[in-house]
């Protein structure tokens, strides 16, 4: 039984909050980060979290969100071997509602061979993505809640300093909550506190 304290974060200053466990470090007491992203990442596991908050893409349908934003990730990263998993149908949020207008969420999961930093192809390690796109159509936010969980960790890869090479250790195994289900709290504890944000 995973043995994570979880409790609900402040992000982007207060003005959203978001639920997931403690072993997630926040990464801007360690280097910078975009100021629309929240970047939390347990060093241990090589797994990390990521809220971000993104202009509106009206060119983006609804039912395509999250795994447009997906490949768009991938092509970010240059990844390669990207291949969609699952991915949800659209659902309403009615717990983030602005001016009667619940936000629309869609999910995605994606497995890619990626490199960390600046290290090359040769140094990929195979990770799988869960990705949730927010889309706050009143407030023109496509808000994204992507996890990423190491599935295989190439020796290259200066990952395997910390975590070790070869294939990743279930999450349940060392006592931690899975990656999956760290996911699914961060996308329904989503909350935004004050909108004046957007």
Not at 43 to 60: A, G
Not at 153 to 182: F, K, R, Y
Request: aromatic share 8%; with cysteine; net charge negative.
């Amino acid at each position: 039984m995973p043995q994570d304290i979880t409790y609900q974060h402040p992000l982007f200053g207060g003005k959203i909050s978001c639920t997931f466990p403690n072993r997630f470090q926040d990464v801007s007491d360690i280097r910078e980060v975009p100021d629309h992203q929240e970047v939390f990442a347990d060093p241990n596991r090589d797994e990390s979290l990521i809220i971000e908050l993104l202009e509106f893409r009206h060119d983006v349908a609804d039912n395509e969100s999250a795994v447009w934003f997906l490949h768009d990730l991938a092509s970010e990263q240059d990844a390669e071997g990207t291949l969609v998993v699952e991915q949800s149908g659209v659902l309403e949020a009615p717990g983030l509602t602005y001016y009667n207008t619940p936000a629309v969420v869609t999910t995605a999961v994606g497995q890619m061979a990626i490199s960390k930093g600046r290290q090359g192809r040769e140094a990929q390690n195979i990770v799988k993505v869960y990705l949730a796109n927010l889309r706050l159509k009143e407030v023109d936010t496509d808000v994204l809640i992507t996890a990423y969980e190491p599935i295989v960790i190439n020796p290259l890869s200066e990952s395997a300093d910390t975590v070790g090479a070869g294939v990743a250790v279930p999450a349940a195994q060392v006592g931690c909550t899975p990656m999956d289900e760290v996911f699914k709290l961060a996308v329904t504890s989503f909350r935004v506190l004050d909108w004046s944000l957007f």
